[in-house]
């Protein structure tokens, strides 16, 4: 069964010893996963993100207040590359009927202008607004965010042995067993050709890269991800592969790896394992669990920061 997330789909493989779990799990999963989409996203003007946008007195839920600010600590622990305010900027390439590049100083004035965070916490940690509120974007971390609770749920709801879900290739592993993932190679999504497969057990992975997501500039694909320090997309035809403890920090590491050179992206894997990484209040993890990762660059070679080969 597959459900919409977020423009993509969802999708769940359970093992229990009782069928009727195996149902209550895909029950559980989907309705979490309907519930949270109408918080996070921003294609509903009526979702609670959206009505904060519009609206900074809206009351927020815990949950939404846990995200809030576990993006803002990725936004801080990555000097911005984790960016919080390219909602403008997304518009600006995407909606470009011509299609072709953004005029180099509207680029840097979008660029100069996510320098300035949508939102702080004060002293209670709750998120106060800034001017540069509606540039905010949690697309960067949202799925993986709802991925994490919706596993949870199910977890802890259902009598499993084994628990994924799935959202377009970004997934969530629970159990006793492990998952295989196909990394699929950025530049040969047509013939499947994968770059490599990566064993998976209780943890999460997420890919960020132009293989499903690009747009087109000059009659060329290239990355839905932007560089906030240029104002333009990231590595045109790279990708990066991370397998974390949690889908919302695979997410949003994947998000900063796309936009980084393969060396520089696996010094930042590095200082996350050695110095911490930012975790939501929900998430549960094992601290000793390190950050993978897996990047592919430009002409397709593999650059690697990980320990589980198959």
Known sequence: MFWPLLGTTVAIESVAANP?????????????????????????????????????????????????????????????????????LTDTWTGRSERSPVPSNDAATLSRQMAIRPYHLDAQQRPVPSEELSRLDLNGIAKGFILDRAAASAWGACALSSLVVNAGGDLVHRGIDHAVVSIEHPTRCVDNAPAGHLEVRNAAVATSGPAH??????????????????????????????????????????????????????????????????????????????????????????????????
Do not use: K, M
């Open 20 to 88: 009727a779990e195996l149902e209550r799990a895909e029950e559980t999963v989907h309705a979490e996963i309907q519930r949270l989409e109408a918080v996070f996203t921003v294609f509903d003007p009526t979702s609670l993100l959206r009505r904060w946008i519009s609206e900074p007195a809206t009351s927020l839920t815990s949950e939404f207040i846990d995200l809030l600010g576990v993006a803002l600590a990725w936004h801080e622990r990555t000097g911005g590359l984790f960016n919080l305010g390219t909602r403008d």
């Open 213 to 310: 997501r690009a747009i087109v500039v000059d009659g060329e694909p290239t990355h839905h991800v932007f560089d906030p320090r240029t104002g333009t997309p990231a590595r045109p035809r790279g990708s990066a592969t991370v397998i974390a403890p949690d889908a919302t920090t695979a997410d949003a590491v994947a998000t900063v790896l796309a936009i980084l050179q393969p060396d520089d992206a696996l010094d930042f894997v590095d200082d996350l394992n050695r110095h911490g990484y930012p975790l939501p209040l929900s998430q549960v993890c094992d601290p000793s669990r390190r950050i993978e990762a897996w990047v592919v660059d430009e002409d397709g070679a593999t650059h690697l920061r990980r320990r589980r080969v198959c």
